[in-house]
């Protein structure tokens, strides 16, 4: 091809075309469609001794309350060039709320989740039914419902929202209404209605029989997690098979009227290691994160290797080969935006190196 430099012509032509707003496929086709995945999006890791201090002090100088709506600073991505994605589809951020405060309420197109870390103390309410938060604690709101948090305590808490924020952006899907500017609901029960009438295993209330799109449990409980991943290790240990690979317990999050995930963007799940474990390679299509929920360990990102511990945040960008590997033994919580990739069969794997 005869070169812009050299050729009028050609030079011309290439002004011409940025005069009517066209763009030639050929001067750019490996950006546009690359041989393999070669996301912008870098792999990378937020440490929660950094980030939990800089939303205390967001604590003592931004007020949470209607327009700003929430304390949140999310992750922005490296990559990405200063956008507030922790990856092309996912939004991860830490929310602060300080004694006493409420964030109020109001309802997106936008399917979110909270993750706890630590502490307790904070209620959110979702479409009217509160809902305790606590460590471990794996919390739904999904697209649509109105949801608002109140903290009833004289001290702060912190946790991690997910959100499929950047997909919403980009494909322009977004819905927004504000709601109460309190809660619609200040009560503050152990456990919320949606849990008494969908979360005892096995057992699907006959109410509600056909499936829905998003899972009705509005809190998986850190008890239940805990404890079906001690009892995958244990039945390893008794020589039955239980677990993905040695070491190497896990959980899926789901939706009792589908069997499937919890939300239509986002899947969730909790991964524990025993001590001396390091996980197989692999990449997958679509984007990861992930949060260390207890312990230490290190994640092996593309060429690199992180040491990370209790808190710390870790994206997996599409393609890029990880695996985690523990001398102490780690628990993590994942989330990822494999329905999506499922969903339009886009979704690819690869184990191994
Ligand atoms: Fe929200």
Redesign the pocket.
């Given at each position: 091809m005869t070169s812009t430099d050299t050729d009028p012509a050609l030079k011309l032509l290439y002004r011409d075309f940025a005069a009517e707003h066209l763009n030639p496929l050929w001067t750019q086709r490996g950006d546009l469609m690359p041989m393999t995945p070669s996301p912008k999006a870098v792999p990378f890791v937020w440490k929660w001794s950094t980030l939990y201090p800089l939303a205390q002090r967001a604590g003592e100088l931004v007020p949470v309350g209607r327009g700003g709506?929430?304390r949140a600073i999310a992750l922005a991505n490296p990559g990405l060039g200063g956008v507030p994605y922790a990856s092309p589809t996912l939004w991860a951020a830490i929310q602060y709320l300080g004694p006493r405060e409420t964030a109020p309420e109001?309802?997106?197109s936008?399917n979110?989740f909270r993750f706890v870390v630590e502490g307790e103390g904070v209620w959110t309410v979702v479409n009217g039914d509160p809902v305790a938060m606590r460590r471990g604690d794996f919390l739904l709101?999904p697209g649509w419902h109105f949801?608002g948090h109140h903290n009833e305590t004289d001290h702060p808490m912190a946790w991690i929202d997910g959100l499929d924020i950047p997909f919403a952006h980009y494909a322009d899907t977004g819905f927004f209404e504000f709601g109460a500017d309190g809660v619609t609901d200040d009560s503050m029960p152990d456990v919320s209605r949606s849990e008494r009438l969908w979360a005892h295993p096995g057992l699907r209330p006959l109410v509600g029989a056909s499936a829905t799109i998003s899972s009705p449990i509005a809190c998986y409980r850190w008890a239940h997690t805990d404890a079906a991943l001690r009892e995958q290790l244990a039945l390893e240990d008794e020589g039955y098979s239980a677990t993905t690979e040695p070491g190497h317990a896990a959980i899926r999050y789901t939706n009792p009227t589908t069997g499937g995930d919890v939300m239509p963007t986002i899947r969730a799940e909790f991964h524990r290691l025993r001590p001396g474990t390091r996980t197989a390679t692999r990449r997958d299509v679509g984007s990861s994160v992930f949060q260390v929920f207890d312990g230490a360990a290190t994640y092996h990102l593309g060429d690199r290797s992180h040491t990370v511990e209790t808190g710390d945040l870790i994206v997996a960008p599409s393609w890029v080969p990880w695996s985690v590997e523990t001398d102490s033994g780690v628990d993590l919580f994942a989330f990822s935006d494999a329905p999506i990739m499922e969903r339009l069969h886009l979704d690819r794997t690869h184990e191994g190196a």
């Open positions: 709506e929430r109001h309802r997106h936008q979110a709101t949801h």
